[in-house]
């Protein structure tokens, strides 16, 4: 929970100072801790406004981002789950 509170502090600051937040995001552990943490942060948080946000997510396996296997299927999987 505390992970995603300062995710969306940050957020809430840089949007507020530049306009947009950008975020790398890695799979793994994180996966789930993000998805079952950082909605009740976000709405916690005013100003974080997700859809001015840069996400970018880090994946050192080959494989399609629309395979289950990688860090885009991961987090997608866990946003329909969630």
Do not use: I, M, N
């Amino acid at each position: 929970a505390a992970l995603a509170r300062l995710v969306a502090e940050a957020a809430a600051e840089a949007v507020s100072s530049r306009g947009r937040f950008a975020l790398g995001l890695s799979g793994g552990s994180l996966v789930p801790l993000l998805a079952q943490e950082l909605p009740g942060a976000l709405r916690e948080v005013p100003g974080a406004e997700p859809g001015r946000w840069l996400v970018a997510l880090c994946d050192e396996r080959l494989v399609p981002p629309e395979h289950p296997e990688s860090t885009a299927g991961a987090y997608r999987v866990r946003r329909r789950e969630g």
